[in-house]
C-alpha cells in the first residue's frame, strides 16, 4: 500500500498533535514536456495525482502534458488513468480523486526544439496569468538549451516562472557548463531547479536532523571518532533494454556524478548557518571542492570498474551486459568502486567508500558510518569480541536508521558481551506513511524552495572531480573487470578495503 500522510499520531509534553500538515500549493500550471514519457507516465503523473489525494493542488491548478504526439485531451486523460492504474496500487485508485485530477490534465503538442509552433500553448497559459509557471524538461539533457532558449522566445520564460531540469546535466564539465550557461541566459539560478531524487527520500532528509537536532551526534561527526564511511547503492537490475543508452553513460556518470555526490555531501557537509538553500548549498560545495583529485598515478588503487557477464540473480539465470548489448564490444563499467578522500580539518584520514553497480548480490542503498573502537577495554578476553559501534542509514528498501551497540549477553555465570541495534524503522515509527521522493521535490518546486536542489556550482564541482577519474581511467587504459551476475561485483572491489584492513557491509537481503 502506498502512504500519504505524515504524522506522528502521539501528543508533545503539553499534550498538543505533532502531526505534520500540509499546505497546499497556489494555484500553478505545470508544463511537462516529455508528458507522455516514461518518467511522466511511472513517477510524476503517480506523484502528482497523489498529492492530489492529499488536498495539496491548488483549485484551478493544471497539468499541461506537452508532447510530439497528436493526443486530444481525452486520448491523454485515458493515457494518465492508464498509466496511474499500472503504477499505483490498487487500493490507492479512488475515482473521485481521479475525477478531480483528470479534471486538471491537457495535452499540448510541441517540439521543444522548434521555434514555431508556440502559440496553442501560450494561449493556454494565458488563460490563468496569475498562476505559477512551471516547465518540467523530462527531456534529453540536449534538449534543455534549446528549450530554455523557444521558452523565452515564445514570451513564457517570465521572472517569476521556475524550470526543472532532470539528471543528468550534461556527460561531463564542459557539457555541464555549457547547459547551464544555455539555460542561465534566460532563467535565473533562483528559479532553476535541478532535479536528483535521492535528496527527496525522507531518510535522506533525516540526515540533517540526525546530524544537527542531536546533541549525541554531532561531537562525534568527524574524523577522530568516525574510521570510515561506506555510501552503497545496490541493484539487482540489468541494463536490459536500455543497454544501448546506458553504454553511452556508465555507472560512474550515472549514479556517483550525481545521487551519491550528493549523499557524500550531506554527511560530510560543516553544520550550516542557519537552515535555508544558500547556506546549505554553501556547505556542500566545500566539501566538493575540498575532494582529493584522483590521478593516474592513483586510480588504480583508488578505483574498481566492472562489468557484470551471465549469471543467477534470485535464482534466475540472467544475460551478461555484452549480450544485452548483442554482442558488441564495450568497455562501459556497469559497477564502480571508489575510494574518495576529504582534505579538510573535519575528515582528514577518513575515507569515504563509494559503491554502485547493476546485477548484484541484492537491492539496497544504505549509509554506514563505522565509527572507531574504544582507545580500551576493561573487560577480560572471554567477554567477547568487542565491535566498533556503527550508525547504518537505510535509504531503501525498508528507510530507517540502526545504531549497533554492544551489550550484556543475559543471564547468571560468565560475562559475555554481543553487539545488538538499536533500530528505528520509518515503517513502524511513522505508521501513517509519508511523500515519496517525487511527491516532496515537485511541491517544493511549486512552493518555490531551492534547498533540494543543486545549484549550477555543485553540479560542476561533482562533474570535475568526476572527469578526473574518467580521465585517469583513459590515461592507464584501466578496463571493466568482469563479474558474475548475482554477486557483489569484482573481486578488485574486496581488496580495496581489504587493504585498508576493511570490508563492505551488506544487509540481510
Same mark, same amino acid.
Given at each position: 500500500?502506498?502512504?500519504?500522510?505524515?504524522?506522528?499520531?502521539?501528543?508533545?509534553?503539553?499534550?498538543?498533535?505533532?502531526?505534520?500538515?500540509?499546505?497546499?500549493?497556489?494555484?500553478?500550471?505545470?508544463?511537462?514536456?516529455?508528458?507522455?514519457?516514461?518518467?511522466?507516465?511511472?513517477?510524476?503523473? #503517480? &506523484?502528482?495525482?497523489?498529492?492530489? =489525494?492529499? $488536498?495539496?493542488?491548488?483549485?484551478? %491548478? *493544471? +497539468?499541461?502534458?506537452?508532447?510530439?504526439?497528436?493526443?486530444?485531451?481525452?486520448?491523454?486523460?485515458?493515457?494518465?488513468?492508464?498509466?496511474?492504474?499500472?503504477?499505483?496500487?490498487?487500493?490507492?485508485?479512488?475515482?473521485?480523486?481521479?475525477?478531480?485530477?483528470?479534471?486538471?490534465?491537457?495535452?499540448?503538442?510541441?517540439?521543444?526544439?522548434?521555434?514555431?509552433?508556440?502559440?496553442?500553448?501560450?494561449?493556454?497559459?494565458?488563460?490563468?496569468?496569475?498562476?505559477?509557471?512551471?516547465?518540467?524538461?523530462?527531456?534529453?539533457?540536449?534538449?534543455?538549451? #534549446? &528549450?530554455?532558449?523557444?521558452?523565452? =522566445?515564445? $514570451?513564457?520564460?517570465?521572472?517569476? %516562472? *521556475? +524550470?526543472?531540469?532532470?539528471?543528468?546535466?550534461?556527460?561531463?564539465?564542459?557539457?555541464?557548463?555549457?547547459?547551464?550557461?544555455?539555460?542561465?541566459?534566460?532563467?535565473?539560478?533562483?528559479?532553476?531547479?535541478?532535479?536528483?531524487?535521492?535528496?527527496?527520500?525522507?531518510?535522506?532528509?533525516?540526515?540533517?536532523?540526525?546530524?544537527?537536532?542531536?546533541?549525541?551526534?554531532?561531537?562525534?561527526?568527524?574524523?577522530?571518532?568516525?574510521?570510515?564511511?561506506?555510501?552503497?547503492?545496490?541493484?539487482?537490475?540489468?541494463?536490459?533494454?536500455?543497454?544501448?543508452?546506458?553504454?553511452?553513460?556508465?555507472?560512474?556518470?550515472?549514479?556517483?556524478?550525481?545521487?551519491?555526490?550528493?549523499?557524500?555531501?550531506?554527511?560530510?557537509?560543516?553544520?550550516?548557518?542557519?537552515?535555508?538553500?544558500?547556506?546549505?548549498?554553501?556547505?556542500?560545495?566545500?566539501?566538493?571542492?575540498?575532494?582529493?583529485?584522483?590521478?593516474?598515478?592513483?586510480?588504480?588503487?583508488?578505483?574498481?570498474?566492472?562489468?557484470?557477464?551471465?549469471?543467477?540473480?534470485?535464482?534466475?539465470?540472467?544475460?551478461?551486459?555484452?549480450?544485452?548489448?548483442?554482442?558488441?564490444?564495450?568497455?562501459?563499467?556497469?559497477?564502480?568502486?571508489v575510494k574518495a578522500e576529504i582534505d579538510n580539518w573535519r575528515w582528514a584520514g577518513t575515507p569515504f567508500y563509494l559503491r554502485s553497480g547493476k546485477r548484484l548480490a541484492g537491492k539496497f542503498?544504505?549509509?554506514?558510518?563505522?565509527?572507531?573502537p574504544i582507545a580500551h577495554s576493561i573487560f577480560p578476553n572471554d567477554a567477547g569480541s568487542l565491535q566498533p559501534n556503527r550508525l547504518t542509514i537505510r535509504l531503501q528498501p525498508d528507510e530507517?536508521?540502526?545504531?549497533?551497540?554492544?551489550?550484556?549477553?543475559?543471564?547468571?555465570?560468565?560475562?559475555?558481551?554481543?553487539?545488538?541495534?538499536?533500530?528505528?524503522?520509518?515503517?513502524?515509527?511513522?505508521?501513517?506513511?509519508?511523500?515519496?521522493?517525487?511527491?516532496?521535490?515537485?511541491?517544493?518546486?511549486?512552493?518555490?524552495?531551492?534547498?533540494?536542489?543543486?545549484?549550477?556550482?555543485?553540479?560542476?564541482?561533482?562533474?570535475?572531480?568526476?572527469?578526473?577519474?574518467?580521465?585517469?581511467?583513459?590515461?592507464?587504459?584501466?578496463?571493466a573487470q568482469p563479474y558474475v551476475a548475482g554477486t557483489w561485483g569484482p573481486t578488485d572491489a574486496v581488496r580495496l578495503l581489504d587493504r585498508d584492513g576493511r570490508e563492505w557491509f551488506h544487509?540481510?537481503?
Amino acid at each position: 500500500m502506498k502512504y500519504h500522510l505524515v504524522q506522528i499520531d502521539s501528543g508533545d509534553e503539553n499534550g498538543e498533535s505533532t502531526m505534520s500538515k500540509f499546505i497546499p500549493a497556489e494555484p500553478f500550471d505545470l508544463v511537462i514536456f516529455g508528458g507522455t514519457g516514461d518518467l511522466a507516465k511511472r513517477k510524476l503523473l #503517480p &506523484a502528482l495525482y497523489h498529492r492530489d =489525494a492529499d $488536498g495539496q493542488l491548488g483549485e484551478g %491548478s *493544471r +497539468i499541461i502534458a506537452s508532447s510530439r504526439k497528436d493526443l486530444t485531451r481525452e486520448a491523454f486523460q485515458a493515457m494518465a488513468r492508464t498509466a496511474l492504474c499500472e503504477h499505483l496500487p490498487d487500493r490507492d485508485f479512488n475515482e473521485d480523486t481521479w475525477a478531480r485530477f483528470a479534471d486538471r490534465l491537457h495535452h499540448h503538442r510541441q517540439d521543444v526544439t522548434a521555434s514555431e509552433g508556440w502559440d496553442g500553448l501560450q494561449a493556454l497559459l494565458a488563460n490563468d496569468p496569475g498562476h505559477i509557471r512551471v516547465f518540467y524538461l523530462a527531456t534529453l539533457p540536449s534538449l534543455y538549451g #534549446p &528549450a530554455a532558449r523557444n521558452l523565452s =522566445a515564445a $514570451g513564457l520564460a517570465e521572472p517569476s %516562472s *521556475r +524550470i526543472v531540469l532532470e539528471k543528468p546535466v550534461g556527460s561531463d564539465f564542459d557539457s555541464a557548463r555549457t547547459i547551464n550557461d544555455e539555460v542561465g541566459e534566460y532563467f535565473s539560478e533562483s528559479s532553476i531547479f535541478r532535479i536528483d531524487h535521492y535528496l527527496g527520500k525522507e531518510t535522506v532528509q533525516n540526515l540533517m536532523a540526525l546530524r544537527f537536532a542531536n546533541a549525541l551526534m554531532e561531537p562525534l561527526w568527524r574524523g577522530s571518532a568516525i574510521d570510515h564511511v561506506q555510501i552503497t547503492v545496490a541493484e539487482q537490475l540489468g541494463a536490459g533494454g536500455r543497454a544501448a543508452f546506458y553504454d553511452r553513460t556508465g555507472t560512474l556518470r550515472d549514479m556517483l556524478q550525481n545521487h551519491m555526490m550528493q549523499l557524500l555531501c550531506l554527511v560530510a557537509m560543516e553544520p550550516p548557518a542557519r537552515m535555508n538553500h544558500e547556506d546549505i548549498r554553501g556547505e556542500k560545495i566545500k566539501v566538493l571542492r575540498a575532494l582529493r583529485t584522483i590521478t593516474p598515478q592513483t586510480v588504480e588503487r583508488a578505483t574498481v570498474r566492472g562489468q557484470y557477464t551471465s549469471g543467477a540473480v534470485d535464482g534466475e539465470l540472467v544475460a551478461g551486459y555484452l549480450e544485452e548489448l548483442e554482442g558488441q564490444a564495450s568497455s562501459t563499467e556497469t559497477f564502480v568502486a571508489v575510494k574518495a578522500e576529504i582534505d579538510n580539518w573535519r575528515w582528514a584520514g577518513t575515507p569515504f567508500y563509494l559503491r554502485s553497480g547493476k546485477r548484484l548480490a541484492g537491492k539496497f542503498s544504505q549509509i554506514v558510518i563505522q565509527f572507531r573502537p574504544i582507545a580500551h577495554s576493561i573487560f577480560p578476553n572471554d567477554a567477547g569480541s568487542l565491535q566498533p559501534n556503527r550508525l547504518t542509514i537505510r535509504l531503501q528498501p525498508d528507510e530507517g536508521v540502526e545504531l549497533s551497540v554492544m551489550t550484556k549477553v543475559p543471564g547468571p555465570g560468565e560475562f559475555k558481551m554481543h553487539p545488538l541495534p538499536l533500530d528505528l524503522s520509518f515503517a513502524e515509527a511513522y505508521d501513517k506513511g509519508y511523500p515519496d521522493a517525487y511527491e516532496r521535490l515537485l511541491m517544493e518546486v511549486l512552493r518555490g524552495d531551492p534547498a533540494l536542489f543543486m545549484h549550477r556550482d555543485e553540479v560542476e564541482c561533482a562533474w570535475n572531480w568526476i572527469d578526473g577519474i574518467i580521465d585517469s581511467w583513459a590515461s592507464k587504459n584501466m578496463p571493466a573487470q568482469p563479474y558474475v551476475a548475482g554477486t557483489w561485483g569484482p573481486t578488485d572491489a574486496v581488496r580495496l578495503l581489504d587493504r585498508d584492513g576493511r570490508e563492505w557491509f551488506h544487509p540481510d537481503v
